[in-house]
Structures are given as structure tokens and as C-alpha cells.
């Protein structure tokens, strides 16, 4: 973001070091007034929490952006819904976790009991896929409607690392709580700090033991569906984690800053 007439540059980090390396590099960092991000973490490491403005975690999304209507428990396809534009990613960056999707569908034996369905721009996944979900967006309705039509949804960041993924949780499981379906979670690396552990499935409780998970999956109570799904819609209604306003207000921030 460059305020050139004020004299004024500032970096926006909105993607993870996976996706936008360059964008975490000090040589470019040091070329900029200000340090926009959503990793406290990097930050503190760099020494440069002084130049810093940083939010809680990655922004975007309305919280008044709302389905009008939920699938009955009796109603939801006995499965797990995956939406993702891609499958296996061939980055070599630190913590790069796109594989996740490949390796779920193929290790994770469910059937008959339960079914998995992808949705995905292009076709991968062979007999796992079912086309596209249109139009895409990641908090469109059409994204809300296809997770709300399953009980469960596999939900990963592209990233997992001690350093990278600080603060980045993004739309991926909280549209699942706001579609009333449980997320099956892995990538902010301090969720524990944002949201509560009894809403979603933590992956990293699994992750090496796919029979265990599949089991937990299987004979997942629906009492305990229902008062999960519940409590994790009603916490993200006010929880106010990633909003578009908060954001916009730390923009504005910055340019306060600049008047200083």
C-alpha cells in the first residue's frame, strides 16, 4: 500500500510465507514505513513490532452474512465435504501442508458409513470428486450451502508451522462453524488462543493414525453433533474474529499513524 504523495509505503502481508514468500523477507520489509500482518510471532522475531500493526488473525468476511435455512441432522449427508481449488502443491516453501488433501482422501477409510465428496476448481481426487462449487467464494452462499449439506468438514490452512502459520486462521473452519457443520482442523499454528478446542476436530490429535480418526468419525454421537455444532455457531456470532470492519479500523490506524 504506497501513500506516495505523503511519502508514505506500506506492506500488507494478506498470504502466508507458502503462498508469498518475498513478502516475508526483511530486505523488502525494510524498504516500507509500515508492517501490516497478522503474525505476532514474525514480528517479535524481527524486531520490528515497533513499525508493526497487527490483527488478531488473517481478516475478511461478514459476521452479518448469514444461511437463512440448515440442513436437519437427519437431513446432512452422512460424510465429509472437502472445497479447495487444488490438490498437491508443488511449492518448496517451509510449511506447506496442500498435500493434506491428497493424503486424507486416500488414507482415511470411512466407507460406507460415511462418504467423502471434493469440490474443486479442477478435476483431481478421481472418484472422490463431484465438480465444482459455483460460484466459487470462499464465504459465498454456495460454499455455505455445500458445507452445511454434510455432517463433517475437512478444513486445512495450505500452511502448518511454528513460525509461518501464527495467526493465520482464515475463513476455511470458521464457515464451517457458520454453516453448522464440525471442521476438521489443522493450520493456525495458536489456535488454541483464538478458538476454543471443544468446536472443531483438532487434525493434529490424528494426524499419523487415520484408522483412529476414521473411527472417531464413524461413531461421532449425534447429541454431541448437535450441542457441538450449536455452541460453535452461537461463539462465532460474537466472537468477531476476522472481520472485514476490524480490519478496515487497522487500516485506519495506519493512516493515523501516518498524521503522527
Not at 483431481?124 to 454456495?142: H, L, M, S, V
Amino acid at each position: 500500500i504506497n501513500n506516495l504523495a505523503r511519502g508514505f509505503k506500506h506492506l500488507l502481508t494478506w498470504e502466508p510465507y507458502v503462498i508469498r514468500p518475498e513478502n516475508w523477507d526483511m530486505n523488502v520489509i525494510n524498504q516500507f514505513d509500515s508492517f501490516i500482518t497478522f503474525n505476532r510471532k514474525f514480528c517479535e522475531s524481527q524486531n520490528i513490532l515497533s513499525k508493526s500493526f497487527i490483527t488478531k488473525c488473517q481478516s475478511g468476511g461478514n459476521i452479518d452474512y448469514e444461511l437463512n435455512n440448515f440442513r436437519k441432522y437427519e437431513e446432512k449427508i452422512k460424510g465429509i465435504c472437502i472445497l479447495g481449488k487444488r490438490g498437491h502443491d508443488k511449492r518448496q516453501e517451509q510449511g506447506n501442508i496442500y498435500f493434506l488433501r491428497e493424503e486424507f482422501l486416500k488414507h482415511l477409510f470411512v466407507e460406507p458409513a460415511l462418504v467423502k465428496h471434493l469440490y474443486a476448481h479442477n478435476p483431481w481426487g478421481g472418484r472422490f470428486y463431484q465438480g465444482r462449487c459455483e460460484p466459487y467464494d470462499p464465504w459465498g452462499i454456495a460454499a455455505l450451502r455445500k458445507i452445511n449439506e454434510y455432517l463433517f468438514c475437512f478444513c486445512p490452512e495450505n500452511t502448518y508451522h511454528p513460525l509461518w502459520s501464527w495467526g493465520y486462521l482464515t475463513t476455511r473452519l470458521r464457515r464451517c462453524f457458520k454453516a453448522k457443520t464440525i471442521g476438521i482442523y489443522i493450520g493456525c499454528y495458536n489456535i488454541d488462543e483464538l478458538v476454543p478446542k471443544d468446536l472443531y476436530i483438532d487434525f493434529r490429535d490424528f494426524y499419523g493414525d487415520y484408522s483412529r480418526l476414521a473411527e472417531y468419525l464413524i461413531n461421532f454421537p449425534k447429541e454431541k453433533y448437535l450441542e457441538m455444532t450449536e455452541r460453535a455457531y452461537k461463539w462465532y456470532k460474537t466472537c468477531k474474529l476476522g472481520l472485514a470492519d476490524d480490519f478496515e479500523n487497522l487500516l485506519n490506524s495506519v493512516v493515523v499513524n501516518e498524521n503522527n
